[in-house]
């Protein structure tokens, strides 16, 4: 398991100890000192921007330098200071925010203390709570995360609170924004043709029409699962059409059986379930529309490098 930022401190610390060193060396003693499996030595961030051990580390690091106990001598570089070393003679069991708020420094810092100054009391209002376990950039994905999976479950109730033939248009919107079905006028002349072999609907692959995809769309609510006989009637539609490729889209969710049973089938057949829907939707911006966007900055290197 990785730790967290804070408990990944101390041995930060003892490393920037031995000499400059950078967060990929860091990062790969202290996989092999905790016996870190390969899995999480490369487990990313939901972002997929960073590895989560990196994040950690970059934090602990950048924590301990506003309290002076780390410094950065060259690019990408980092080594402790005397305060650090200082540190490391008197033994410390753990180094977390708790220590480094003894700090001056620290405390401007983590504590805005610079917007209390002039106050008559002196007491500094701590204005927010970092939790011990993660680092800003995994609360940033976390709340995003969780934000998408309200998002995804209110998609999918409106979606079952209109008809199918809005179903339909859904499919072709969808399917023209990844690309495929040509025009929304092309598209939506072949989608919708129920009855036709057991097909909703046909979508060329590309907009010449080289090759056709044959679509199936079930709108069931989230309890009526789709199972292997759903799913066998629909190649066996393909089979019957002389058709390599398909793409079943439902509301609900796929059972085991049905997943496995076209895993070695000679069509190509791909199942779209409602979370994987509502995740195409958001990707695709269909049904909805951005409200609020937030810019992080990172330090330009490269405008502070004189080389």
């Not at 870190?36 to 921007?49: A, H, I, N, V, Y």
């Not at 989560?52 to 060259?74: E, T």
């Not at 620290?106 to 500094?124: K, L, P």
């Not at 399917?175 to 092309?186: D, E, I, P, Q, R």
Request: avoid cysteine; hydrophobic fraction near 40%.
């Amino acid at each position: 398991m990785i730790p967290d930022y804070q408990t990944l401190m101390l041995p930060v610390l003892r490393l920037a100890a031995e000499g400059e060193t950078r967060v990929a060396d860091v990062a790969g003693r202290i996989a092999d000192d905790l016996g870190l499996t390969s899995d999480e030595r490369e487990q990313m961030l939901p972002s997929g921007r960073q590895r989560v051990l990196h994040n950690r580390i970059h934090w602990a690091k950048f924590y301990m330098s506003k309290a002076g106990l780390i410094a950065s001598p060259a690019r990408g570089r980092f080594v402790a200071t005397e305060k650090g070393r200082a540190l490391l003679a008197s033994k410390p069991e753990k180094i977390d925010v708790a220590l480094l708020m003894q700090e001056t420094a620290f405390r401007e810092f983590y504590r805005n203390e610079s917007s209390t100054a002039g106050t008559d009391t002196g007491i500094i209002e701590p204005v927010r709570a970092v939790a011990a376990s993660t680092t800003p950039e995994e609360q940033i994905d976390a709340a995003y995360a969780s934000l998408t999976g309200a998002l995804r479950d209110e998609l999918l109730e409106r979606i079952l609170e209109n008809s199918p033939a809005f179903f339909e248009q859904l499919i072709v919107d969808l399917l023209v924004a990844m690309g495929y079905g040509g025009s929304h006028k092309n598209a939506a002349a072949q989608l919708g043709r129920s009855g036709d072999g057991g097909v909703d609907g046909i979508i060329n692959e590309d907009r010449l029409g080289l090759d056709r995809i044959y679509v199936q769309a079930k709108r069931y609510a989230p309890a009526n699962q789709v199972g292997r006989p759903d799913v066998n009637g629909f190649v066996g539609s393909l089979v019957g059409l002389g058709a390599s490729k398909g793409v079943f889209v439902t509301t609900s969710t796929f059972s085991q059986p049905a997943r496995d049973y076209v895993k070695h089938l000679a069509q190509r057949i791909i199942l779209i379930d409602g979370r994987e829907l509502a995740d195409l939707m958001i990707e695709h911006q269909v049904g909805v529309r951005g409200y609020r966007t937030v810019e992080f900055k990172r330090l330009d290197e490269d405008f502070f490098n004189e080389e």
